[in-house]
């Protein structure tokens, strides 16, 4: 007998079966199937054949596979009882019940006092499925590994794409084949790191940016997980994510996956970002402000770094407010005794040598000048030189012999009475000022593995949110190595990267709008030699990449040429007036065939207007543009098209291309099958192009 049950979405069914009791697994997942669907024969035509050197009947790849159905591959739970025995559930069916949308079923052993439930659901709008995994025990047991519910991986498939990368050069997409045997990614970390994003992209063979079939899969928890891609022997391939393993340290009777979020495009790789990108903007992030329009950031890290002059920062606020920017946030070296890295993190106390008035004439300076005022913690780390780590050596997690990173040792928030000093370290300071802005940071990565610090992190957050709802909390772990939909539940902007190099912002922020949408994505203008790679950038390049994405400045705005500074404001003006039908625009990534031309399209909501970015990051093989192909457009409407930035039209450019004199006026088929012929132009420059439906 078989229990059977069909989530469906605008545009992706997930149809799950239990044969005989036993776990369910995933029978389909894709497109939409027709109304009337025999779904029984449907999970029969999923049913295997068995022959030869293999067992009689092939082990379901089930939602959790199990060791005690002779499973040929990765189990998905792994577990211990009391004095270290090695537990095989064999779990069956319970119940089924739904909740607000959502389907849990609940399975039992009750040999063994176990209990596993499976959630699942279905977004309205975007089909992004949710998924969820919960393991309950009647005696303590010793947990190794839970996956989330496990999705089987398509077989017209011959590669995975992970996302990798370091720091200074986050995202990075690498391909890795299938074959039989196991992908594993195990990230030991701590945190969700720059080397080890929690998402996966399953391209079918033939599939793109723009067309094909996509699935595709992101695992949300900021601790650290676990990735296993594995082909069995019998050629049926599944994915399972978790925690990090082994991140469990103490026995409990009830443990959690985090979410698993699983979606599918007949559209290529932005079928399934546009997914990502709405679900999490939508039913994910809390901005404090509401509707508020997003506020154009400075940061004055790059100008001061620990330098603080209260009467330097008032004139570099006036500056920064004269560019156009509507948030100052007041970086490191403001608290104990911080002169550079090695002391004082810990004391969240205002340092009297540089602020003898505490900060509040430098707020309010800021905010008389129209800006709203941000500060930097970094609650979680702590150096041995400060006053907190010589009153509580017993908060410091790991060995007194570990190896220190930026000079640093990290705070054990999973213990209450650390949390409570952070909270009220914390909350003194939003308490006694005008704060509207958290950039919460987090530079080193843990000792040893502890799932227990992220939840203590979650916890510590969301109190300190409850306490100031109107705070924003922005994640910044050296850049992007906290990036994950679980920290973006408590935090509304993500710092991408600690590079300010627009060629490496770029390509950073192209490949990370497959899962973080405009407005949480935060991107700065930084200073003219840039401070992690050394290369010199042209103000207008460093402007419109900072343009793609929640704009700010980093740069010490006394730099600027007159020139410069015009070309910045105008950018940023340019960048206020759109940003309202931008804050809810898909990034459509573009093909391009030039591959020193990295392209995207922000697809307005309503499909009425769209702005096309094309960056030049570096010298093409060939001598003159080719056609770039744009995307998401209605085939039968007429666009007008048009150079927004035509003055940056140079020499190079000896010929009459239509765009370089006025606009054009297209259909969406001739935009998105012949594509748009650019001007020439120099390495390192962006061309900006604005369309409207007619």
Request: glycine share 10%.
């Amino acid at each position: 007998m078989n229990r059977i049950w069909h989530l469906n979405g605008p545009s992706v069914s997930l149809v799950l079966a239990s044969h005989e009791d036993r776990l369910a697994q995933v029978v389909y997942w894709g497109a939409a199937l027709p109304e009337g669907e025999d779904l029984a024969q449907l999970v029969a035509a999923a049913r295997p054949d068995a022959t030869g050197g293999m067992l009689d009947e092939a082990p379901e790849i089930s939602i959790c596979p199990e060791i005690s159905r002779s499973f040929p591959g990765a189990a998905g739970l792994s577990l211990r009882g009391r004095g270290g025995t090695v537990l095989r559930p064999a779990f069956r069916f319970e119940a089924e019940r739904e909740e607000a949308g959502t389907l849990i079923l609940s399975f039992h052993d009750a040999s063994l006092g176990l209990r596993y439930e499976a959630r699942f659901a279905i977004e309205a709008t975007t089909g992004l499925i949710t998924a969820h995994s919960a393991l309950e025990a009647d005696q303590p047991v010793a947990l190794n590994w839970l996956a989330a519910p496990v999705f089987p991986a398509p077989q017209l498939c011959d590669e995975m794409q992970e996302i990798s990368g370091r720091w200074c050069a986050e995202f990075q997409i690498n391909r890795t084949p299938w074959i039989p045997g196991q992908r594993v990614r195990d990230n030991p970390t701590g945190r969700t790191d720059h080397a080890h994003f929690p998402g996966l992209i399953l391209p079918a063979r033939g599939a793109g940016k723009t067309q094909g079939e996509t699935w595709a899969l992101h695992y949300g928890w900021s601790g650290g997980h676990r990735m296993v891609a594995e082909e069995l022997p019998d050629g049926r391939r599944q994915v399972q994510f978790g925690h990090a393993s082994g991140t469990e340290l103490r026995p409990g009777t009830r443990f959690e996956s985090a979410p698993l979020y699983a979606a599918y495009s007949s559209a290529g790789s932005n079928g399934c970002a546009v997914a990502f990108q709405r679900h999490l903007r939508d039913q994910i992030v809390t901005f404090p402000e509401g509707a508020q329009p997003r506020p154009v950031h400075y940061n004055c890290w790059e100008a001061i770094y620990f330098r603080h002059d209260l009467a330097e920062l008032k004139d570099i606020a006036a500056r920064a407010a004269a560019l156009g920017a509507e948030r100052f946030v007041l970086d490191d070296g403001w608290f104990g005794r911080r002169d550079d890295d090695r002391s004082s993190l810990g004391d969240w106390q205002v340092d009297p040598r540089k602020y003898p008035e505490g900060l509040g004439p430098l707020v309010e300076h800021v905010r008389g000048l129209g800006m709203g005022f941000g500060i930097w913690f970094e609650p979680e780390m702590v150096n041995c030189d400060s006053d907190l780590a010589r009153a509580h050596p017993e908060w410091i997690l790991g060995p007194d012999d570990q190896i220190e990173g930026r000079q640093q040792r990290v705070l054990d928030v999973a213990r209450a009475d650390v949390r409570d000093y952070l909270f009220g370290a914390i909350d003194a300071i939003l308490s006694a000022h005008a704060i509207s802005y958290v950039k919460w940071d987090h530079n080193r990565v843990l000792p040893y593995p502890d799932a227990d610090q992220a939840r203590g992190l979650y916890a510590l957050l969301d109190r300190l949110r409850a306490a100031h709802p109107m705070v924003e909390f922005e994640s910044c772990s050296s850049g992007g190595g906290r990036i994950d939909f679980g920290i973006l539940g408590r935090s509304s902007r993500v710092w991408l990267s600690d590079s300010n190099d627009a060629i490496e912002r770029l390509r950073i922020q192209h490949d990370a709008a497959l899962f973080l949408p405009l407005d949480v994505t935060g991107s700065h203008v930084g200073p003219r030699t840039c401070h992690t790679s050394g290369r010199v950038i042209d103000i207008r390049m460093r402007a419109w990449v900072a343009a793609q994405r929640h704009m700010g400045f980093e740069m010490d705005p006394r730099e600027l040429t007159d020139e410069e500074a015009q070309v910045l404001r105008e950018v940023t003006q340019w960048w206020k007036d759109n940003r309202c039908w931008r804050a809810r625009a898909d990034i459509l990534r573009l093909e391009s065939a030039d591959p020193a031309v990295i392209a995207e399209m922000q697809l307005a909501e309503d499909g009425h207007r769209f702005v096309l970015f094309s960056g030049q990051a570096q010298s093409s093989a060939q001598v003159l543009p080719r056609p770039l192909r744009l995307t998401g457009l209605d085939p039968k409407a007429r666009y007008r098209v048009s150079l927004r930035n035509r003055d940056d039209v140079v020499g190079l450019s000896r010929g009459a291309p239509a765009l370089k004199s006025g606009d054009l006026e297209l259909s969406g088929q001739a935009l998105m099958g012949q594509g748009l012929l650019l001007t020439c132009g120099y390495p390192q420059t962006m061309w900006v192009i604005e369309g409207e439906r007619l």
